[in-house]
């Protein structure tokens, strides 16, 4: 069965960071775009950040920009999203998803990915 697992998420303070990890089975993480979204409580869903399945090229909502880092270790099948100078509107529930998509480009946009796992929360609070 496909599966991703995050884990990592936490309270913290801002300016202080944390580091989310995506555990993958089921499935070839090389031949997948991953992407990160985030949900606040009565909010929609949005793109946080991507990386390609081919050369690693990301993207990033332009909020994050400079303070996040979406990686991956396909030989260990896991994604990272390291983030860095957390603020209070970084709080919501962290997914992340695949999407069976080969090339260098990936997008934010949720409807594309074809897995996700079930979310960690993150709170940014002081």
């Given at each position: 069965q496909e599966q991703l697992v995050e884990s990592?998420?936490?309270l913290v303070k801002p300016g202080e960071s944390l580091t989310l990890s995506?555990?993958?089975s089921g499935l070839i993480l090389e031949y997948y775009v991953i992407?990160?979204?985030r949900q606040a409580p009565g909010k929609e869903r949005e793109g946080?950040?991507?990386i390609a399945s081919s050369d690693s090229i990301t993207n990033y909502t332009d909020s994050v920009k400079g303070r996040f880092t979406i990686s991956?270790?396909?030989a260990g099948s896991?994604?990272?999203l390291q983030m860095n100078n957390l603020k209070p509107e970084?709080?919501?529930v962290y997914y992340c998803a695949a999407?069976?998509?080969y090339g260098e480009t990936c997008r934010l946009g949720p409807r594309v990915y074809d897995y996700w796992g079930q979310g960690t929360q993150v709170t940014v609070s002081s």
């Amino acid at each position: 069965q496909e599966q991703l697992v995050e884990s990592g998420g936490g309270l913290v303070k801002p300016g202080e960071s944390l580091t989310l990890s995506c555990s993958v089975s089921g499935l070839i993480l090389e031949y997948y775009v991953i992407g990160w979204f985030r949900q606040a409580p009565g909010k929609e869903r949005e793109g946080v950040a991507c990386i390609a399945s081919s050369d690693s090229i990301t993207n990033y909502t332009d909020s994050v920009k400079g303070r996040f880092t979406i990686s991956r270790d396909n030989a260990g099948s896991t994604a990272y999203l390291q983030m860095n100078n957390l603020k209070p509107e970084d709080t919501g529930v962290y997914y992340c998803a695949a999407e069976g998509f080969y090339g260098e480009t990936c997008r934010l946009g949720p409807r594309v990915y074809d897995y996700w796992g079930q979310g960690t929360q993150v709170t940014v609070s002081s």
